[in-house]
């Protein structure tokens, strides 16, 4: 409830009051009470109280006074008073006021009281008060006078002051009480405060007083409210009621309200009122309002039995309605960073642009009442060790071994509060990480490599990743450095001692010593000298291969961290080591003698290497110079085929600098190294050797968290007219689109990278002339927009039309229909932000998809696009009435006699409409004899008119070539006469004279698909020799697809040669890895989509035969085949299936070891036995969910068998033991650097993408895996522990006797028998994972339900069907001889969450399958969970309590997540208020009445969900329900029976029986006012 009922009194109360004030009516109302209460008619409501306080100043100073009438007789006089004046509701507004002027005056005197309590039920009788308007009044005036009394306590109770405190309570508040309300109180306060002023004794007792005072008001109050509670109060009031209850509660041990003792009575009188409101029967207020009203977490709670009792039915109900809100085992889910998206809790109502900046939140808190809560305050406040701790550690630990984006952690990080300016000081929200939750975890990782190390494995790579990511993290400052090294050193000393062996730990530290942070701490940090000793103290001998270079950097690592400290402070250097100084001399010796004169870089010998990366630590630029010495050894020469005047030099070329040399480089160096050589690459006259560009490239994919630079912007930065020159817009691009495109993408930064191209693209294509750099970043943003797989918005500012190219915007619009089909829509603000996209990106095209086209895209884009009115017709209308001019334009043009200086003319004269129609009259002229036409004057036009205009020739001459194909047929032309005409013709274009760009009209034809020659014509041209000579060419001098193993001499193709004659044209500057070739990448896979969508499958079959060597280049193969496989999913022929996957390169792909045999025969299928999928999920749970901790909850109670487990046998990313990693050996050789896994990015996305890839390969039904997914999920903890017990060496199996009512665990009550679980052969799969039994169970089920999230939407329905199956075949849900109570008890076992289960071996079926939703739902992205409801529709009509407590378990957890999508949450909440029905309903057929009450848990969570939506997140004060949740509530309660109904009262609209519809009424009202 919120603050509107107030608010509203606030604003009508002053006018009317202040009327009231000086009305004759209320001087003798006064009167009359006066009389009545023996108070004396000439004392005035302002004058001090004489009444005494206590009775031995009332024996002193009672003034002698007649007694006064009769209580009978009172209503008799106010009749005849009340006859005096003809307006009753004026009468009665006065008396009301007067009522609560009386209270205030007599509270603390008892017989004045009682007859106050008389007088109000007799005024009541006769219509003279009315409780709605009266106890809101009086407790809003009770409100006040505490207030006034307190205040001016705390004044003084000086005389003016007193004075205008007095008046300023007495002014008209939110009751409408005139000053004489609470002015007497304020100034019978002036006594104590005087009295105050002479000692304690006084102020002991002012207090006593003013405790007195408050008490006898609450007392006599709470008495007034238990009267008027008994009448039919509205609702608004019972609302205003409650909230001053509360808080009199909440707030009762405030010190003014003296000791418990005295609180006692209006104490129990409250709660006898909040026990009234709250009532069920009544319902007067939703017992809902006690849940989130906090009056359980008071502090002090007093000795009272009734109040305790109240707090502990309140905890009941909380935790029973805050289970609603969590899923099964949410304590497990994490992020585990095995797909592009990143999951995050997105607040409600964010735009698109706005959501670029938010901050992520992998992971949410869940508050008392089940919310998602997120904070840096609330992470600050969680206590280490706790079960919320080990998750966030878990998160980050598992984030620092697969190294995700560096913008996910940019977006998670917080600075830490040290290094922290004052200005930022205040708490971020959003955060859910601290500093020494990040501190931990790289201090665990550290751990974890160190113990990796002692144990003789290879993990060089490993500590290069890890280096790569500390260097960012301590930059970042997310973590405080001088912290990091005590707990370090605690760390290192105390539990894990003995690991530290080697000097790993200092090469660590000396990669980041000259991080500024790092300096700070050992220059002028108060502890220098004690941080800088406990550096030292990390220090070992590492004599372990003096020839190996790791061993040889290792040996000497401290001298160069000697060096360092050395120079960094003078009073740090007692403490050096003098023989690691000493060392420092054999460096500058082995530098002196070999190192500067060293220059057969590709031959150095294992030492020369290890010493040249110590140089690298100590003498970084002498290092850098070397190397770029090295790069520019060959000298330079002119730029062939150049004018005199035009004279450019260009570096010779020699060998790029090779990974194994470059990984061992400082950071230092590398950072050095990467300014030198953007200087030499962008800034420099010398045109840079591919040698050079190269070596950049593989320094920025080395260390993708600390090297990468967005190239734009940097540039942008450093001088603004680098962009300006063409040479080095033209290079940028070319590293782009050719070497750096999966890196931008694995940052994240793939959209900005769009947008700042779409910017090149722009300004250029109107432009004349300007084709080669155009061609290229149309090319590079092609390639963007296809690698893109999240939602994306087509501009930056997100407004107006697209400025994306014709063929760009149709590669967006396929695009999305990957993505949506694919991987779904993540987040619900894209859905409403998707049609305005689609606006931008139609309003500048034209183009109508087929419909063959269509019925592949998902419905979303479909229902769109399908009713586009397709412009082809009107196209070839426009033809033919352009056609003569456009054919005597060219036979003036392109005759073979034409003059050249006829270009001009053309150009200058002829209207763009009809130059749009050049090259389709050239057709028409060259009646397949392309020496028909002059290729000189047509070429030269080509080049001479903006790069737009061609790209609307490529598409008019599509258009006229297919027409004329098909007026050719009409004719009677022979077929194969018509395509070899138009092949020659085209052959004139693309191969003869190379004038126009062979990307391009390929997708301007596919896009005709339509048109049934279109696609035929494509396959001609794809299969002309010349292409497959020039793709063969291409593959020839690019080298190995994995360009950063290359260690030879780059080639540089001719300009001409590369680009043919229409790009090159009048550019001088050399390509680098630009080719004609190369532009097909994006292109050869989009042709196979649209083979399979026209089922041309032998067509497809062959492009991918004909090109699988060339789509090795392809910078997103992987994402390809991945994606292809999704989309057709149900439509590709086995064959084509296994061809796709040979693009992959299998041999590099971690595939299963028995998936081969599984595809190798499509002809005849057979599904894998559960072995196979057992071991796929025991592969992600391996690699790509995070690892347990060994004090997780998820930990056996065997203690001490699970430590072991945990830091022994537990795989450790990438070295998975034995059989568990199948397939071959190279797919899995310890952990890989970014750039050996490219695409799809991360080593867990790799592993999980290849699991999905063997799924969507297998020759067999969806259903038919889901259901052997489903069959080893449901039974697995009885399978483990069966075939585990050797294992364990105790016969843990399930509890075979245990069944219902006290259990319904045991394989032999679940639906699944065990003849249907045996099939899987499970005796290894424990010690292949390293977990405990009940650990890997719990594991399995995250990793299937991960799996299952992954796969298009017809795996989800086969799921959601399974899931039915299962639950509506758990026996005992429909065994109707069972009572209620068994019932009961049997679901709560059931809904345990299976980590509780499995320790207690209580696991079943029906528990796992919800646990196994819930993981599946907590990776669904939100568009996907529409398909839910398909489960619960399933189950109806659901006919008892217990079935319907399970659809609520199953749904009820998406309705928070759901919060931010309005139409879903609807739709889902209706869905669960209709099973309600079915078993509350009026006319439902449950076998047994069972009465409301007992799904009171049920009703709160429906209040509770309902203001979580309203909201938009945590719950509030003032937090309320949408006026249409209440409708749809009220539409269904109208179906119940009617005591469901009565719970469900205030979820309705009507302001006269919810108090949450008065709300939204009052604050219409007040909004109107």
Known sequence: MDQSQQQQRTVTAPSSSRSYQFHPARAKIIDLFNLYLGRGSRQKPDEPVRDPPNKSQKRVHAPSRDLPPGNEQFIVDFEQLQSQFNDPDQLRAITESVLVTMVLHCSNHAPRAEFLLFALRALFRIGCVNWDTFLPSLLSSVSAAEASLNQAATAGSSATSSQSLAHGIGSPGPSGNEQASVTPLAKSLEVSGNVHRAGQTAMRNSHRVRAAAINSLRQISCKIILIGIEFNLKPVTHAEIFQYMMNWLVNWDRRELGTEKSLAEWLRSCLEVIWLLVDEGKSRVPFYELLRSGLQFIENI??????????????????????????????????TFGTHRISSQTPANVSVEAAVHLRYSPITYPSVLGEPLCGEDLAMSIPQGSLDWERAVRCIRHAIRTTPSPEWWKRVLVVAPCYRPSAQAGPIPGAVFTSEMICEAIIDRIVELLKLTNSDANCWQEWLVFSDIFFFLIKSGCTDFVDFIDKLVLRLNGDDNHILRTNHVTWLLAQII?????MTALNSDPKKVETTRKILSFHRE???????????????????????????????????????????????????????RMMDYMNLDDRSIGMFWVVSYTMAQPACETVINWLSSAGVAELPGLQPNERVMMMQEVTPLPMSLLSGFSMNLCLKLALQMEEALFVSQVVPSIAMVETYTRLLLISPHSMFRSHFSQLAQRNASLLSKPGVTLLVLEILNYRLLPLYRYQGKSKTLMYDVTKIISALKAKRGDHRIFRLAENLCMNLILSLRDFFSVKREGKGPTEFTETLNRITIMTLAITIKTRGISDADHLVYLQTMLEQILATSQHTWSE????????????????RVDKRGLSIQAWQQAETTVINQCTQLLSPSAEPAYVMTYLSHSFPQHRQYLCAGACMLMQGHPDNVNSANLARVLREVSPEEVTANIYTLVDVLLHKVHVDLQRGHNMKEILDKHDANLAFFFWTHEMLPLDIFLLALIDRDDDPHALIIAKILLERPELMQRINVY????????????????????????????LSWKDRYPTFFDDIAARLLPVIPLVVYRLIENNAMDTADKILTAYSHFLAYHPLRFTFVRDILAYFYGHLPGQLVVKILRVLGLSKIPFSESFPQYISNPSSPTCPPLDYFATLLLNLVNNVIPPLSSSSNCSSRSGSMADMLNSSARPLHGKTPGASQPGPANASEGQKAFYQIQDPGTYTQLVLETAVIEILSLPVSAAQIVSSLVQIIVNIQSTLIQSGSGFHGAANGVGQGSVLPTSPSGGSTDSMSASRSSCMNTASFVSRSGYTCQQLSCLLIQACGLLLAQLPPDFHTQLYMEASRVVRETWWLTDGKRSQGELDSAVGYALMDPTWAAQDNTSTAIGNIVALLHAFFSNLPQEWLDGTHLIIKNLRPVTSVAMLRVVFRILGPLLPRLANTHALFNKTLALLLSTMVDVFGKNSQTQASVEASQIADLIDFLHHVVHYEGQGGAVQSSSKPRPDILALIGRAADSLRPDVQHLLSHLRTDPNTSIYAAAHQNTAKTNTS
Request: overall charge neutral; hydrophobic content about 35%.
């Open 302 to 335: 007093p000795d009272d039995e009734a109040l305790f009792t109240l707090v502990m039915e309140i905890h009941r109900r909380r935790d029973a309605m805050a289970m609603h809100m969590l899923m099964l085992d949410q304590h497990l889910h994490c992020p």
């Open 514 to 518: 000259r991080v500024e942070l790092v």
């Open 542 to 596: 590492d004599r372990t291969d003096p020839n190996n270079p790791q061993s040889v950097l290792l040996d000497f690592v401290s001298s160069c961290q000697n060096l360092r400290i050395w120079s960094l402070s003078a009073t740090t250097r007692a403490y050096l080591n003098n023989d690691q100084l000493l060392k420092g001399k054999q460096i500058d010796e082995w530098w002196r003698s070999k190192g500067e």
């Open 852 to 867: 063959k086209t269509l019925r592949h895209f998902p419905s979303l884009l479909r229902d769109t696009l399908v009713g």
């Open 1035 to 1062: 593959c020839a001098n690019r080298g190995p697809p994995e360009h950063w193993l290359f260690t030879q001499v780059f080639k540089r193709n001719e300009l001409q040669k590369a680009l043919g004659n229409h």
